[in-house]
């Protein structure tokens, strides 16, 4: 066995993932509430107004790593799918449905700041854009899965069967990324990862940055907690279960 | 037996099944006619308004119509059991799978293709875009079939499959709707319409490659 | 070879060559024009459908907005740096439409014109402070699209 594949199932035995986990949340926890404040004070106090947009331009600090997180989560999602299918590891199931509604929520945070921004600065709440339109479907993806996998009663097929949606589904990612290349639509082109280099003014830049790296945090965060309490539920009648509440 | 034989007999036997229950197979035609009457009906006869609409209502009703019938792919089958016996043959799944959405292309999809001119005409769709929805709908009801039938190996086990399955395969089939309907409705605007075909054609090509596979292991895990 | 693996790898083969192809006739529609979106210098050269509608993009010429007085009427000229098209619009712009900025129009042409049925301000990818822009605006650099 390589030292991947020893990796892959040392993370995947749920007892390891539950203490390592535990020592990790409140480092992580830390470092979120470090970049959320200054990304939220530098971005939303000392970056300067946009040139055309004015102050309206301060959303993408939300939009922009809500957005992010949305594709984000989805191709965590897929890579944990693969694991399960293929090596049957337990915690990419638990990673993969604990990671579902945190997915959901970001891309539901993008439409609604994208549509925040859109009334002032296009003149319209919604268009039928590709990249809206795109997005609102990977939402409805989320939700699709959400629901498959509390359809299925069965907990293991419960899993596999979400594993194997959630694979289909990855079409939809490179859709959205190349939406606004492909079609000329309202969608601005990308600000910060492109070939050329970011094409925003650093002092607006690194705010942005700090708080996608607080996204990303709040999202392991979050996913950790609920992964937690699925791995407890479903656990419970194995021993260091019950060491660990310390009870018989 | 070879794997094409054995492609060849299930497909014969899907459609002799088929044929055996005729009502089964008029029904989801006379769910497309109706729906499409019921927009005339619904948002008032101006023959503008409509001739604009018609490609949408097409291609939607065609695209619920699909819906209705996914069901039937895997359902019966898997009632009587011939699914487990079908997971345990030495015969690769993922084609066998591709028989049988074939042979409901054949029966449920087929038949829409043909009566779906005579009802753009009913909205007034205009006739120069008649021969772009035929071929819209040639390349895009097969992926429409492929795509579900993922959703319904996922789906077939549970006991209220059906809210669950439109859920699942609706988001999948937007992107067929969106090009299938605008490349119609480029036709009717005099407007070159390849650009689309190609891209349902590519639709096509992928579903046709990794869609039996996909409902191969959802029926796998689906029968476990 | 057994059967088996020979199998195996038909099938396999088939789907890689589905999958290609698949990639292939993406790139051949990514050729295609398939959004009904124009610029203006398609638009100059006969390219755009008459009386159809489709959709034109561009930027606004400085100087060239024209407002009716009392009315909701604007018209302005939209360019993409090489070619002028004159676009007409009765109704309510959006806060960022301003000369020099990106536009997309819905619309008809009619004569020449451009009869626009809506009008959304595009903003563009690039975000800088007010200071910077100015000074930008000093020396541009080459047109953006």
Known sequence: ?248 | MSVWQAFIELLRRDLRLAMRRRAEVANPLLFFVMVIVLFPLGVGAEPNLLERMSAGVVWVAALLAALLTLDSIFRSDFEDGTLEQLLLSAQPLSVMVLAKVVAHWLVTGLPLLLVAPLLAMLLGMKSEAMGTLMLSLLLGTPVLSLIGAIGVALTVGLRRAGVILSLLVLPLYVPVLIFGAAAVDAAASGLPVAGQLYILAAFLAMALSLAPVAAASALRISLS | MNPKRKQRLILISAMVIGVVVAVSLILLALNENINHYFDPTQVVAGEAPQDHTFRIGGMVVNGSVQREVGELMVSFGLTDYQKTVTVTYDGILPDLFREGQGVVALGKLKDGVFVAEEVLAKHDENYMPPEVAASLKKDPPQAAN
């Open chain 1, 1 to 248: 066995m390589n030292s991947f594949m020893k990796w892959i199932h040392k993370w995947g035995s749920p007892p390891w993932f539950y203490r390592v986990s535990g020592m990790m949340l409140p480092w992580l926890t830390g470092l979120f509430a470090i970049t959320l404040v200054y990304g939220l004070y530098a971005g939303l106090v000392l970056a300067p107004a946009d040139y055309q947009q004015g102050d309206s331009f301060r959303i993408i600090y939300v939009h922009v790593p809500a957005a992010w997180m949305g594709m984000f989560i989805y191709i965590v999602m897929a890579v944990a799918a693969v694991v399960h299918l293929v090596w049957r590891i337990k915690i990419a199931d638990v990673v993969l449905i604990s990671s579902a509604p945190i997915g959901a929520s970001f891309a539901f945070i993008a439409l609604v700041t994208g549509s925040l921004w859109g009334k002032p600065m296009w003149g319209t709440w919604w268009t039928w854009d590709a990249r809206l339109t795109s997005e609102l479907l990977l939402l409805f993806i989320y939700l699709g899965i959400i629901a498959l996998h509390s359809a299925v009663e069965d907990r293991q097929s419960a899993g596999r069967a979400t594993a194997v949606l959630t694979l289909v589904g990855v079409v939809n990612i490179p859709i959205i990324h190349y939406s606004v290349v492909w079609w000329n639509t309202l969608h601005q082109g990308t600000t910060v990862m492109r070939l050329d280099g970011p094409a925003i003014a650093p002092q607006m830049l690194w705010p942005l940055l700090s708080m996608a790296i607080a996204f990303k945090l709040y999202y392991v965060i979050v996913m950790m907690l609920r992964a937690r309490g699925e791995i407890l539920a479903r656990e419970t009648k194995s021993r260091w279960v019950r060491e660990l509440v310390g009870g018989e």
